[in-house]
Every structure is written in C-alpha cells, then in structure tokens.
C-alpha cells in the first residue's frame, strides 16, 4: 500500500463515520520498500491539493519521518521547472514508499487492521459489519 | 450455465483454481477490457490523470487498462486469491481486501471517480442469515458517494438477476444522492446484452 493511500483511508465501522478519531488511522510495527515509479507531476500536484497535510504529518511520524514542512504547499503549479525538486520530493514519498506489512489502528473504535503482504485487510468481523 | 452468484458467496466461488481460470481465460480477458473500456466512455472524464476506485477489482485485469489510460487507481475485492493474483501480476493499483457491503473505507472527496465491472450484483445475494442486501447496498452506495469528489461519476457494469435487482441497486443509488441511470448495451441480444449503471454524485451535468 502505498503512503499516498494512508492520506485517505479510515476506519470502514459505520460507527466510526461521525468520528474524528477514525482518520487518520494509526500506524504501527510498519515495514516499508521504496519502489521505482514513473515520475507523473500533474498527478502529484492535482492529490497535493486534496491531501489533508495535518494527517500526512502524523502518519509521516509514525514511520518516522518527521522532516516534512509544517504547513502544505499551496498552488505548485506542475508545468513550472522550479516546483520539479519538491514534486519529486513528494512522488518519492507519496507513490514510491510503500507498506508491505504492519498495523493500522482506528483512535476511535480501536479495531485493528492488519496489511500483509502490501494488502490491507478490511473485512470487518461480524460485530463490527 | 448456472451464474456465479448462485453457487457460493464471491470469496468462496473466487478460490485459487477459479481466480487462476478467470484471470488467464483470454475470453475473460477479452470481454473485462471491452467492458471497462465502455465503463471509461461513460465516465467521459478529462485528460488530466486522476484517482480512481475500482469496487470489485478482482486480479485488476480493469486496473491494467485504467493504469494504460494514465490513470492512478485502488481496487477493493473481498476474495483474498483475486487479489494475490493481481499481486503476483505486478497491478500498479493499491489492492484493499474488503467487503463493500461494509462500506468505502475512504474519506470524503477521495476519488474523482469509480468503476466496477461485474461485481455490484453480489450486492444482492443473500447468502448466509442475518445478511440484509438492502442494507448492504444502502452502506455501500451512501460510503461510495462520500469518497466521491463532489460531481464525481460512478460507471458500474453488472449483471442483474432481473429486473427487481436492477430497481433495487438503483434505488439505494438515489436515496444515497446520486443521479444518473441505466444503460442497456446490445439489448436485443440475450448474450451479448450489457448493463451499465451510470451515476454522479451530487448535480448531474448531462442527461443519460
Ligand atoms: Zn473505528
């Protein structure tokens, strides 16, 4: 799964849809592989304007990684040779950072989610469908 | 032939040997491209690449094309040997195992739009007691159009039992919010006949 994913993601307990808590999950005991992708810098700047930055630092933390800026970038216009570094700054960690296996948890309704083998699991036991 | 949703619950009829047919059959193959081809005319989207969902994404045999056409896409199956095919087939799509009766695990605005080929019927089976299709379908159309961009399109292919069926899936559809309808392809040819749910959610731009 890749970290972009992780900006979008929530908790899938009908419960949990009002909850603030339930997005981002929180991540844990996470293995990750960098994995070559095409380069697609219209992609980045168009999934840029709809990310939620405050969760991508959070998430971000939990791995680790804490050398994001505090606010997000606003109007990166693609086409512009100067935004090309932060673009390629971002299609790095966004697209080619992956999560092969570790733990998501919901800050609401605590179920755990597991992804295994790069695929996360969302079947919902039958108490919580 | 007795369909698929007659037999046993998707993730069950999906096993290894049966993902392995589906994936390889080159008339299987074939037929999902033309499908999600024509899910892709309806959706009628811009150039520019976007986020799409594909509900029922199977080995992502739909993924594939999505990913030729420059788009970036996640897939959700609930049958997990599907799903390892499409890992072993080095899809480029995120693969989510997940029951879409339960909902769309995404937040609102996620998606600029969502596709499905032949997988929305299963929707309607009842296959074990306690299972409500109505309420399934309801959670899974009024979750689907929260992780929409707003005027975000839904193009679902889908094999309904009868006619019910279809009222039904659209039904649940509006009182979720979305507008669109029904196309028939090839409605005078009982094998080749097609349906396609068409919906945006929010205002619709177009008649269909
Ligand atoms: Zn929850």
């Given at each position: 799964m890749k970290l972009l994913t992780t900006n979008f993601v929530k908790c899938a307990v009908k419960a949990c849809?009002?909850?603030?808590?339930?997005?981002?999950l929180k991540y844990e005991d996470v293995q990750l592989v960098q994995e070559e992708q095409d380069f697609n810098p219209e992609f980045i700047a168009n999934m840029l304007e709809r990310l939620d930055w405050a969760a991508l630092l959070k998430v971000a933390a939990d791995l680790?990684?804490?050398?994001?800026?505090?606010?997000k970038p606003d109007?990166?216009?693609?086409?512009?040779?100067?935004n090309e570094p932060l673009l390629r700054d971002l299609h790095s960690l966004l697209l080619e950072t992956q999560i092969t296996e570790g733990k998501m948890v919901c800050g609401n309704c605590q179920h755990v989610y597991h992804i295994k083998n790069s695929i996360p699991n969302f079947l919902l036991p039958p108490h919580l469908a | 032939m007795s369909r698929p949703e007659e037999i046993a619950p998707a993730e069950i009829f999906y096993n290894d040997s049966e993902s392995q047919k589906y994936t390889t059959s080159t008339r299987v193959q074939h037929i999902q491209a033309k499908m999600t081809f024509r899910a892709l005319e309806l959706l009628n989207l811009e150039d520019f690449p976007h986020y799409i969902l594909d509900v029922g994404c199977g080995s992502g045999l739909s993924g594939e094309i999505l990913t030729e056409e420059g788009h970036f896409w996640t897939g959700l199956d609930i049958a997990p040997s599907m799903l390892a095919t499409g890992l072993d087939r080095e899809v480029e799509g995120d693969l989510f195992l997940s029951d879409i009766g339960n909902g769309i695990p995404f937040r609102a605005g996620t998606f600029d739009a969502a596709i499905s080929i032949?997988?929305?019927?299963?929707?309607?089976?009842?296959?074990?007691?306690?299972?409500d299709p109505k309420k399934r379908l309801l959670r899974f159309f009024n979750s689907l159009f929260a992780s929409l961009k707003r005027g975000g399109k839904f193009c679902a292919q889908f094999y309904p039992l009868n006619d019910l069926q279809t009222e039904n899936i659209l039904g649940a559809a509006k009182i979720a919010g979305f507008s669109g309808g029904c196309v028939l392809d090839?409605?005078?040819?009982?094998?080749n006949k097609k349906y396609y749910l068409v919906l945006t959610a929010g205002r619709s731009e177009r008649n269909i």
């Open positions: 849809d009002s909850s603030a808590d339930s997005f981002p680790g990684n804490t050398s994001l800026p505090s606010h109007d990166v216009d693609p086409t512009l040779t100067e | 032949s997988a929305i019927q299963w929707l309607c089976n009842a296959d074990q007691s306690g299972i090839d409605p005078e040819s009982k094998k």
